[in-house]
């Protein structure tokens, strides 16, 4: 039987650790598709640094990315540079070509994926991406095809390594957002630029692909709401520990009476459910569908093997059908149901919520917050007046029942508008039970 031939665009981390798996389990590979696979060509700009365990000089390298793009050998590409372009040219181009494609670019997909898939559907090729969303958690798989009997009514992840180590540091060392922050840098958890991990940007890119799978409606960017967690203060977490809760950054995803809400934010939930005992840089994610109840999936979200291994499941699952003569269809994409969900706008989800006002200590402050609150439909489930922080201000935190977004960030906007209010009043959203 022929061999299956692999080419592989970008020998970074993940890419180093896709040629690793290679090497070290080759047999069972093999074993598992009924065929011999080959590392035909690996494309990169840097073919002289080496790379830890690996031989660089027994590997096909080439700075030349037309020798995987457009050489006939090739059945299946595996897109690991990254970013928006040459990622997106070079993934339309190899399509063209003929060739099936494995990805694990996230921001790709949820800026281009309709494009993207479009021309795999038209080539008649598979367009592979388990690798863009948590890591080596098999999740996409699960829900495109462990879940098809199910109508998927809620999703909620906690989908950033970075953000969750940060997070989780904070409340166990009680250490301030920047002191992390730098330590998550010099460990390698963060990037230099850490904007898209600590602002929710890249837990956008993964909800935005598993919405569209999960809810087989259309989801931009755009759709989103998006808030980080660079604002989190510790007095924030200690509160938080104080009333039962802990502080997470969640994608969120909700369906109900044919709409569908979408939105990234750190979010307080009770610390008796298992997503608050998820620290660290791991993962997880909790659907509920209609026929299976309640699911988790935990696991590392990132890194070079366990990424390396949800690559591998894609170039496995290709090259099975390949070795068997099979072809794609359609439905090995993502599919769309005949009614899609309208978008819930962010001003009409509802939530209960944390406020920490920061007022002068002078008498009436606290019915003046009451009142605002009251006349935009908000009533207060507690209170708790700490002591002061600093000569003029005494910190009152309350915690509401679930109102309407919309009133609450015009009642907002009245409090702070207070002349008694030292500085803005910090906000965080509360799900009482996101998985009980």
């Not at 010099?186 to 929710?200: C, R």
Request: glycine share 8%; net charge negative; hydrophobic share 45%.
């Amino acid at each position: 039987m022929e061999a299956v031939n692999v080419g592989i665009l970008g020998l970074g981390t993940v890419g180093a650790g896709v040629a690793k798996v290679f090497f070290s389990h080759r047999e069972e590979l093999e074993e598992k598709i009924g065929a011999p696979v080959k590392l035909h060509a690996i494309a990169d700009l840097d073919i002289t640094s080496p790379r830890q365990g690996l031989t660089t000089g027994e590997l096909p390298l080439t700075t030349d990315a037309a020798r995987v793009l457009d050489d006939a050998a090739v059945d299946i590409v595996v897109e690991l540079i990254g970013g928006l372009e040459p990622a997106r040219s070079f993934i339309l181009r190899a399509l063209a070509n003929g060739k099936h494609v494995v990805t694990a670019n996230k921001a790709l997909l949820a800026t281009h994926g309709e494009e993207l898939f479009a021309a795999a559907c038209k080539r008649g090729r598979m367009l592979a991406f388990e690798a863009a969303v948590a890591g080596g958690i098999p999740l996409i798989r699960a829900v495109k095809e462990g879940l098809v009997a199910n109508r998927i009514t809620s999703m909620y992840g906690i989908v950033n390594g970075t953000s969750n180590y940060i997070l989780s540091k904070m409340t166990d060392e009680g250490q301030e957002f920047g002191q992390v922050l730098a330590e998550a840098q010099a460990k390698g958890y963060a990037e230099a630029d850490p904007t898209f991990d600590v602002e929710g940007i890249d837990s956008a890119h993964k909800l935005q692909i598993l919405a569209t799978l999960a809810f087989r409606t259309p989801v931009r960017l755009s759709d989103i709401y998006v808030e980080g967690i660079s604002k989190i203060t510790p007095q924030d977490i200690i509160l938080a520990r104080e009333m039962g809760f802990r502080i997470k950054l969640l994608a969120i995803a909700k369906a109900g009476n044919g709409t569908l809400e979408l939105r990234v934010h750190p979010t307080m939930i009770p610390d008796s459910v298992p997503m608050s005992a998820v620290s660290g840089v791991f993962n997880a994610v909790f659907l509920n569908g209609d026929v299976v109840n309640d699911l988790m999936f935990y696991g590392r979200g990132a890194g070079q093997m366990p990424t390396a291994s949800s690559v591998w499941a894609d170039i496995v699952e290709i090259a099975r059908r390949l070795a068997a003569g099979q072809t794609a269809t359609p439905q090995d994409l993502p599919i769309f149901g005949s009614k899609h969900l309208s978008l819930k706008p962010m001003e009409e989800v509802t939530s209960a919520y944390y406020l920490y006002v920061s007022a002068m200590d002078q008498p009436a402050v606290l019915a003046q917050v009451a009142g605002i609150l009251g006349k935009n439909e908000i009533s207060i489930a507690s209170v708790i007046q700490k002591v002061r922080q600093h000569a003029k201000a005494v910190p009152v935190v309350m915690m509401t029942h679930e109102a309407q977004e919309g009133s609450m960030q015009k009642a907002l906007k009245e409090i702070n508008n207070l002349r008694v209010v030292v500085v803005p009043t910090r906000m965080i959203r509360v799900e009482d039970s996101p998985v009980s």
